[in-house]
């Protein structure tokens, strides 16, 4: 089955950076990557998913890369503000079953 | 718009007790999920159901069953709990199109508590 790292566990950031989040996925037939935040103890929510056939999406502050070759997707987030600070899970699926990663969890310091 | 709902929102049982836990998903969409997860950890994939017949299964014990009902909405029964089962459980539904993953749609959640 698929299996999903992600890196790092825990990310602290200043007020206004960037933040950098990292996965990769061994299954090479998979073709859906979403990107969940998630505040304790309340449920994930999209914020951006990427599929096979793109290799850049943005929205606003919000951009996912994909490199099929290599198998890894990356999450970035600029301008990075308190109300950024939550758990992100990257996943990835086939055909609609998803695998999380482990989640990152981000800190965002005013 | 309506959302996935989920029921009832917090539980407390006893070791060896029995839950049900019930999801009604968006409607029209086709696909039902279940998820665990526990404290730290990420949503853990238990069972799917596609138009009402299972279409993937997980880590799902065996004293946990689940089904879809001919209304679409889902139910995971768990027997015989343990202390381990303590998480807070997911349903999530999606509308898959041909050979595509579709977005899926979460609920809020049931928090499992055994004692």
């Known amino acids: 089955g698929e299996n999903v790292e992600q890196h790092p566990s825990t990310l602290s950031v200043q007020e206004g950076d960037s933040a950098v989040i990292k996965c990769t996925y061994s299954d090479s037939a998979s073709n859906y990557f979403p990107w969940y935040k998630q505040e304790l103890g309340k449920r994930p929510q999209l914020i951006i998913d990427i599929r096979s056939n793109v290799g850049e999406k943005k929205d606003q502050r919000i951009a996912v890369t994909l490199n099929k070759t290599a198998k890894h997707f990356s999450l970035h987030i600029t301008e990075t503000q308190p109300e950024d600070s939550a758990v992100y899970f990257c996943?990835?699926?086939?055909?609609?079953?998803?695998?999380f990663g482990k989640g990152t969890m981000l800190l965002v310091s005013p | 718009a309506a959302g996935v709902i989920q029921s009832p929102r917090h539980l407390i049982k006893e070791k060896r007790e029995t839950a049900t836990l019930k999801c009604y998903p968006i409607p029209r969409h086709d696909t039902v999920y279940w998820y665990q997860q526990g404290p730290g950890q990420d949503p853990q994939f238990l069972i799917s159901f596609y138009e009402k017949m299972q279409s993937d299964k997980g880590s799902i014990p065996d004293r946990f069953s689940a089904q879809q009902f001919s209304d679409y909405h889902s139910e995971l029964n768990m027997s015989s709990l343990e202390l381990g089962d303590s998480a807070l459980y997911f349903c999530?539904?999606?509308?898959?199109?041909?050979?595509?993953?579709?977005?899926?749609?979460f609920g809020e959640g049931s928090r499992l508590t055994v004692l």
């Open positions: 996943a990835a699926s086939r055909y609609s079953t998803l695998t």
């Open positions: 999530a539904s999606s509308l898959d199109l041909p050979r595509q993953s579709g977005e899926l749609f």
